[in-house]
């Protein structure tokens, strides 16, 4: 007589390493084949998913715990970005076979820390093989106020454009990793290298903002695909033109060297992407508001231009002259 | 100047293949970078996620318009054996540099077949590249009354193990599609060979029966990765027994020719998987309104056996002699 079925390796393996991270009572414990979560009254459900894939959204020997990160911080980065919190979220791990334990601890621990830091348990999951890369693919799930989220649409003419954070390192980051030589062209010191490569690696999430952004802006969105095409995205779903000075940009000093050094990057800056920042568009009475709370929050914020009548996000330089850019924004395709 | 910031090949593709399947009026056209869901008042979302990956859940040359359903009827399944309605899905497409314009016709032609019949419209997504095989990633959302969802650990001596439709079906057709030769040394004739190959490609997920498996059973799994080892799951979280005798099991008309050439396939049958059935526990009491309600669905219903004190799942053969089984459940580790 068969006592008992035997677990499967695929059973063991969610008990010993993703078990753990399913620390919310609609998960039941990753024992069942769903989770249920639910809002609380008179709030809505914000839903999202972005899949990270070895050696287009990471180096295959990137550090597990940070793949980990990255995938999860790109869901939570829309999830701030919409004025939600965080409530929970779903993994695929689609796992090639050079994947082994010491893999999987590493991944488990990086993914609990970020659950655990942002409040937002792992609620179930899938495991698979490929012969493929490894594939991440995180669903997050916000909650805010029915009607509340905070959409692409809602942009004003009259209104201030604002961004988190610096934009352009990310950028940068992945420029340094597929040429390291670009560290002495670009005259960059050590710890200056370390930031931009770092923040390729890290994002790091606005959540700290989602509140206000939804008590202040108008339209919002975070940046993952170049500051100028998703401001793009923002004015042709607003109905709107922004006028943007790129010297006003904010850039870290990392940035700063790097575009002095070789000034064409100011392209790589605005268009390259990964940079889990917000932009958003903001009334002016409620500048200060939305200031204050940054500021409370430990997340910089810059106003860099304005919103107007007509169409398209454009970017001048300090002469006025407007810049092109060869391709706005990052696709895949 | 730049007149408008032009749409990125990304931008086009989301635009002509998905957005039509975005229906639901939370999914905002897909022109944002989220969605929402308001669950009914006094209702919970339920989550669940599940891959598909070429070359391990079908074939590369599967046709697209049947690997697009599939990957949603996995999920699908799921929302059905907990008793929840479904309401959207999100998308992570990963592709490869093989797909063209003809097969992501062909796929979200299928796609949007499905959201339709089921009633589960697509709420957002994300595409990416891949340098291994497609890969489908699919979170599903259903609601019911908070606290409804048929969980696995509902199960209690003397209540009676049903399932739906047939079993073995998908897995005979999976080695048929390995070993064509089979066909002959089953005895199959060519109805029976395409029954089986059918069952494998586009599993018939029992959505129609959920609202009755919420009012009349007491645990529920669909049957995903063979009957033996998902039911052994279903009796570990209810913390009983069960029961099965062998020949009670539902077999096609196919998979008992196949059964009957090949005694040794019963294994097959019944820990293949890939069945998309629903097993569930139903007090004595409540199995009369359950097949009525199973009949009023279109859906097959058979008892095949009890649910007692003790642990794992027991499967008997005629003369009443346990069978042991080599690997109880599918495992991709």
């Known amino acids: ?155 004003r003419p009259g209104e201030r454009v604002i961004v988190t954070g610096t934009i352009g390192d990310a950028a940068l980051g992945l420029q340094l990793r597929r040429d390291p030589q670009a560290t002495a062209r670009w005259r960059l010191d050590p710890r200056q290298s370390a930031h931009l490569l770092e923040r390729y690696l890290l994002p790091q999430p606005r959540n700290a903002l989602a509140l206000a952004l939804r008590q202040h802006a108008s339209a919002a969105m975070d940046v993952s695909d170049g500051l100028v095409g998703d401001l793009g995205k923002l004015c042709a779903v607003s109905g709107v033109r922004a006028d943007i000075e790129v010297v006003r940009v904010p850039l870290s000093e990392a940035g700063r060297t790097a575009v002095a050094g070789e000034a064409s990057l100011i392209e790589t800056v605005l268009t390259g992407g990964d940079d889990y920042e917000v932009v958003a568009t903001v009334a002016p009475a409620a500048m200060t508001a939305l200031a204050a709370a940054a500021e409370a929050a430990g997340v910089a914020l810059t106003e860099i231009g304005t919103v107007a009548e007509g169409r398209g996000a454009h970017f001048f330089d300090r002469a006025g002259n407007a810049l092109l850019f060869k391709q706005p924004s990052f696709s895949h395709f």
């Open 1 to 155: 007589m068969v006592e008992e079925t035997p677990q499967s390796g695929e059973d063991r393996l969610i008990a010993r390493y993703f078990r753990p991270l399913a620390t919310h009572p609609g998960a039941l414990g990753l024992s069942d084949d769903a989770a249920t979560l639910t809002p609380p009254p008179g709030c809505d459900v914000v839903l999202k998913t972005d899949a990270v894939v070895g050696g287009v959204h990471f180096f295959a020997d990137d550090p597990p715990e940070l793949i980990a990160k990255k995938a999860l911080r790109v869901n939570l980065s829309d999830l701030a970005a919409k004025g939600a919190s965080p409530a929970g979220f779903l993994l695929s791990l689609v796992l090639p076979e050079t994947v082994d334990a010491n893999w999987l601890d590493a991944f488990a621990r990086g993914l609990g820390e970020d659950a655990h830091a942002y409040g937002c348990p792992l609620m179930g999951g899938d495991t698979d093989r490929t012969s493929g890369p490894l594939t991440v693919a995180i669903a997050a799930f916000g909650t805010l106020p029915t009607g509340s989220m905070v959409r692409r649409g809602g942009a």
